[in-house]
């Protein structure tokens, strides 16, 4: 079993920064990547950024240039660094965890809020 616990939402004003941060425990060793989806009020949950094991990287195309995903394995955490945020950015952002052999994440975080107002 693996634990998430998402930290660092809030209220900020277009054009402004936050980071997110994602730590995770239990067996750390089975999760091959890690992500970061967000689901903002009568819209689907998309994945905005998402982290392998080796380093690799992907981001939504609404985001690319502004946000960064990266991962401290020492204190195991994944990080989620937002730039130049929009009201469109506003969401409900959660971490997420995939195994290895695994093609759906399978481990959620409860989620923070992320406001942007213009």
């Known amino acids: 079993q693996v634990q998430l616990m998402e930290s660092g939402g809030g209220l900020v004003q277009a054009g402004g920064s936050l980071r997110l941060s994602c730590v995770v425990s239990?067996?750390?060793?089975?999760?091959?990547?890690m992500g970061w989806y967000r689901q903002a009020p009568g819209k689907q949950r998309e994945l905005v950024a998402s982290i392998t094991s080796g380093g690799s990287t992907n981001y939504a195309d609404s985001v690319k240039g502004r946000f960064t995903i990266s991962r401290d394995n020492a204190i195991n955490t994944v990080h989620l660094q937002m730039n130049s945020l929009k009201p469109e950015d506003t969401a409900v952002y959660y971490c997420a965890a995939r195994e290895y052999g695994s093609y759906n994440y399978d481990y959620w975080g409860q989620g923070t809020q992320v406001t942007v107002s213009s």
């Open positions: 239990g067996s750390i060793f089975s999760i091959n990547a």
